[in-house]
């Protein structure tokens, strides 16, 4: 496993200064408080377990659309995969281990908003902000869903979606607001193909094995990521055409949208493709929890 957060935040926060007779003052004992508490063995392992939690979450949702693209049935989304998973054999406690995981790597990308981006000034201060947040927010989400279902309950995020998207279409702001975040779908779709194409995301990664095995961590990243953008540039192209025809039917999530690609000419062919795609993230995704840089 990399070296732990410590050590690799070794250079790259600095300490509070002291005042008052070298006492430090109650926001720089908050701070280091707070430091030391992300920084620690155990806060890591539970932060690297976020990503086994996204990656088995990915994994399933690619095996579920590859069912789909040989005739099955089933949602090929957030909902679906858990839903599989919380009906499996150990599925309780596998739903438990990953709500942990999610919610300690949310917190650790909150941590960085803050703790992350001392030395930093300008653009690259505001993109380390954005970027923490944003993955904040999303392990926050996911983790929120798999307690949901560790608690017993259940959701539809299709029906979820066309009913968020009904409510803001009613309304001119409303539709402005979605179709604004139709648009920034695309645009993170397109951020993940060109990450997967320029393999950007090995900056991330520390010490991969050498020879074949640190190849084929490489190569299932960029599938992976390859894969997951293009299923999030159909969803958000989705969402355009939803919100500027005023059909809330169309908005319907990734399920809707990895299920429109099925009707398409070779759409067999090409949910297949993404759905291998998927689940080659969902393998990498675990796999990036050992080499994951914290």
Request: hydrophobic share 45%; charged share 15%.
């Amino acid at each position: 496993m990399a070296s732990g957060m410590a050590s690799n935040k070794q250079n790259k926060h600095d300490r509070h200064g002291r005042t008052d007779g070298g006492r430090r003052d109650a926001g720089g004992k908050a701070t280091d408080a707070a430091e030391e508490a992300v920084n620690s063995k155990g806060f890591e392992l539970a932060a690297r377990a976020g990503y086994v939690a996204a990656g088995v979450l990915h994994f399933m949702i690619g095996l579920i659309a590859l069912g789909i693209a040989r005739g099955g049935s089933g949602s090929a989304d957030q909902s679906g995969a858990i839903g599989q998973l919380a009906g499996s054999p150990g599925g309780t406690a596998l739903l438990w281990f990953c709500f942990i995981g999610c919610v300690a790597l949310a917190l650790f990308q909150l941590s960085e908003v803050f703790l992350g981006v001392r030395g930093r000034s300008g653009r690259d201060r505001l993109k380390a902000r954005l970027k923490s947040g944003g993955q904040a927010v999303a392990y926050g989400v996911i983790g929120a869903a798999f307690g949901q279902y560790a608690l017993g309950g259940s959701s539809n995020s299709s029906s979820s979606s066309r009913s968020l998207s009904a409510t803001l279409m009613s309304n001119p702001a409303g539709a402005a607001l979605l179709l604004a975040i139709g648009v920034g779908i695309l645009v993170v779709g397109g951020y993940f193909v060109y990450s997967g194409a320029t393999r950007r995301f090995r900056r991330e990664l520390s010490s991969l094995p050498a020879g074949g095995p640190g190849t084929a961590v490489v190569v299932l990243g960029t599938v992976g990521y390859i894969a997951k953008g293009f299923a999030l540039g159909v969803l958000g192209v989705l969402v355009v055409v939803a919100t500027v025809t005023n059909n809330p039917e169309q908005s319907s999530g990734l399920d809707g949208a990895l299920k429109t690609l099925r009707e398409q000419p070779f759409g067999v062919w090409l949910l297949g493709a993404v759905a291998l795609g998927l689940m080659a993230y969902g393998v990498f995704m675990t796999i990036r929890s050992k080499y994951q840089r914290l």
